[in-house]
């Protein structure tokens, strides 16, 4: 899911303003420790991080888990918002202190999004069934067709050849004729 710059910038700022006065995790290990115990509110990710199998199975964490899962672009901006000096892979939310209303608002936006993007999805999968199984036989008499034209231009290799040498027989037979007359 992309996610508009407007609420990337949001999710920095909340975080920010938990990091001052409620709790962060910072870190895959503390963020999965975070969403095993159901404490987090939210979990964020970056998705510059290298490789991406360290931070793949916070998803599955948190869906599990019925906690909202985010992913921002830049680990190093994840990390100044959580007050390090170093860049971050992972942060979670676990209490928000006075930013409560702001992450609750963030979220809402983050859901509406996730439906927006849904639906359009949903809408064109019914027209999508259809357009391919009228599509669907043609592709497969097209290969079909093909494989019959190819299997018939193997048969008809053999024949030609056949001819061919049937021709050249004849001709063979006809200059040895001529030649013995």
Do not use: C, F, W
Request: aromatic share 0%.
């Amino acid at each position: 899911m992309e996610l508009t710059k407007d609420i990337i910038e949001r999710i920095y700022s909340v975080i920010e303003s938990s990091r001052k006065d409620g709790k962060i995790r910072k870190g895959v290990n503390e963020v999965t420790k975070s969403l095993e115990r159901g404490e987090a509110q939210l979990s964020i990710v970056a998705s510059d991080v290298s490789p991406s199998e360290i931070i793949q199975h916070l998803a599955l964490l948190a869906k599990d888990k019925e906690i909202m899962h985010v992913e921002v672009p830049s680990k190093a901006e994840l990390g100044a918002s959580a007050g390090l000096p170093v860049a971050t892979a992972a942060v979670a939310i676990a209490r928000t202190g006075e930013s409560k209303k702001k992450l609750n608002n963030l979220i809402e936006d983050i859901q509406i999004l996730m439906k927006a993007e849904a639906e359009p999805v949903k809408a064109e999968k019914p027209a999508e069934k259809k357009a391919p199984k009228k599509k669907a036989p043609v592709e497969e008499k097209t290969e079909e067709a093909v494989e019959e034209k190819t299997e018939e231009a193997e048969e008809e290799k053999p024949k030609k050849e056949e001819a061919e040498s049937k021709e050249d027989k004849k001709k063979e037979s006809e200059t040895s004729e001529e030649k013995t007359e």
